[in-house]
């Protein structure tokens, strides 16, 4: 049901392509304005859409938008009693939702890279070294699929498509953003460290080249404590919102 669902929805439809298309037109403006040989840092901004230098990365928001809708439009259309009826196992049916969406993300994601290398190569007009960047890009997967699962559970949460859709725009863009501010003031120093695990700001840092998850900052989070913050918080959010749509009534 959910697979039928997924190709045969036209906003999914939409989604996908906007998530192919957009990040390629990025790739080929990257390119275009870059000069051979391109370093690591250079290369991975023209694959990724440069999503782990941006605040609001977006394939990674096309791919929580997928997984607002794929949990949310039932309650949005007024369907989420028919679907508890035709599935009342309600585990089964989000098991079933969320890994139709993950996977779905995850070879979009996939392709998405394949289309940015050729976007890539014909902007530059030469090759390009793609040694050191197989983390990055495996992380940026990675990050799309959490980003879906973030989304679908905060439809869970908010049972709608509208109210997490804002949230996945305005936390990223301009809640972490302040918070770091606030958290790095020398007023605050006892919490200043609190400032690096931002989820969203951390999630980041799995779509950096190595050289760059440090910067000019030697306290910034390696891919390894990124990866195990993301998770986190896209677990302990998926948690709550599975706990309530066990609970809820319809």
Known sequence: ???????????????????????????????????????????????????????????????????????????????????????????????????????????????????????????????????GVAPALAGYVLLLVLWAVVGAALALLMRGTTGPIVVLLVVPLLVEPLLGLLLSTERLAVLNPLARFLPFQAGRGMALPVESLVGSDPEALTRVQAVGVFCTFSAVLLALGWALFERRDA
Do not use: C, K
Request: aromatic share 4%; glycine share 10%; hydrophobic share 55%.
């Open 1 to 131: 049901m959910e697979w039928v669902r997924v190709r045969t929805v036209r906003s999914t439809v939409v989604l996908l392509g906007l998530a192919l298309l957009l990040p390629a037109g990025i790739a080929v403006l990257v390119g275009l304005n870059s000069q051979a040989p391109l370093d690591v840092s250079e290369v991975v901004a023209g694959l990724t859409a440069g999503s782990g230098f941006t605040p609001l990365p977006l394939p990674a928001v096309l791919a929580g938008v997928l997984g607002v809708l794929a949990v949310g439009h039932d309650y949005d259309h007024g369907t989420i009693r028919a679907v508890l009826t035709a599935v009342p196992r309600r585990s089964v049916l989000l098991t079933a939702r969320l890994a139709t969406v993950a996977g779905v993300v995850a070879v979009a994601a996939v392709a998405g890279l394949l289309l940015d290398g050729v976007a890539l190569r014909l902007a530059l007009r030469t090759g390009y070294s793609l040694d």
